[in-house]
């Protein structure tokens, strides 16, 4: 049976990431080692799971990510090392009890194994590294302190590259804290923003993904403060619509919006636009514009509050 190797992690904001990869940098890690994977806290480490499975172990990371209030600040520093039993260069990670959560409830049952070592949050610099080194950076940046944001939980997974380390990328990603709801008609929506298609949205689009005529799908962003979103809704554990969108300098895009066929004509549609709207103007945007695809034709954007701007694009004025 195939299997993947995935990994349950908090990823920082990006300010404290660029700080973070100065610091590996200058600990002598390479710009490929910078991109095998972002600064990270490892909350759960990497298990070989059998493919399958992948969807279920997603949900319960998922879930794990609403038992904590909102998202995480991080005391970083000082400089740490688990020499000698491994040679690492870390940033030592204040405890904090949300943290505990997140690592005991995305322990999940297909990623659980009795390590021989507990718990320990850690951000890494450097994986290894010989005694001088450590010995060094401990006494250059003893007093080195920062506070990082962490405001999701990433199910990540090796994937194996031309280069011999290979490289780490998400399955999913979720915003840490209570669920967000939406109550259309006599149904509760919980939505969800997130930077990559988890598999249970993506579940729903592949169907239409894999279609020529679909149009062009926005390459989503790994970083989480990426600025493209997928905007998830669900009834009860299944996703019943999706939407896509980008947005630069003030005018965001719509690229894709579907809803599962057992649930249209419920108003899920309009809740996506709604929230998509509301997105756009915390980003600032002026306008929300659509282009007609087969799956987006003018009829279906009129109905959800877009006018005609010119013959190939659909608009929302958000603000003047």
């Not at 030592?92 to 943290?99: F, K, M, Q, S």
């Amino acid at each position: 049976m195939p299997r993947r190797r995935l990994a349950v992690a908090l990823l920082v904001d990006r300010a404290s990431s660029l700080v973070i990869d100065q610091l590996r940098r200058g600990l002598g890690a390479s710009d490929e080692d910078v991109a095998r994977i972002p600064p990270h806290l490892t909350l759960v480490p990497p298990q070989q799971v059998p493919t399958p499975t992948v969807p279920d172990v997603w949900e319960e990371v998922r879930l794990a990510a609403r038992r904590v209030d909102g998202p995480v600040d991080l005391d970083l520093g000082p400089i740490g090392t688990f020499a000698p039993r491994t040679p690492t260069i870390h940033l030592v990670v204040a405890p904090d009890p949300a943290l505990d959560v997140l690592a005991e409830a995305g322990n999940v049952p297909a990623l659980a194994r009795s390590g021989r070592f507990g718990f320990v949050p850690h951000v890494t610099l450097r994986p290894d590294a010989d005694e001088a080194r450590i010995r060094a950076s401990s006494d250059a940046l003893e007093d080195f302190r920062m506070v990082a944001r962490a405001r999701r939980l990433w199910l990540m997974q090796f994937q194996p590259t031309a280069g011999l380390r290979g490289r780490w990328e998400p399955v999913g990603d979720v915003s840490l804290g209570p669920a967000r709801e939406r109550t259309v008609g006599s149904a509760t929506l919980e939505i969800a923003t997130s930077v990559t298609r988890g598999p249970s949205a993506l579940a729903l689009m592949r169907e239409a993904l894999d279609r020529d005529d679909l149009g062009v799908a926005p390459p989503l962003l790994v970083h989480p403060d990426g600025r493209a979103r997928v905007i998830a809704a669900r009834v009860g554990p299944h996703v019943v619509g999706v939407a896509e969108v980008s947005w630069h300098e003030g005018v965001g895009l719509l690229h894709y919006l579907y809803v599962g066929p057992g649930h249209r004509g419920e108003g899920i549609g309009r809740a996506l636009v709604r929230e998509t709207i509301d997105l756009m103007a915390s980003h600032w945007a002026l306008r929300l514009d659509a282009r007609v695809t087969p799956d987006l034709p003018p009829a279906l954007l009129e109905a959800y509050g877009f006018a005609p701007a010119d013959p190939g694009t659909w608009r929302i004025t958000l603000a003047n």
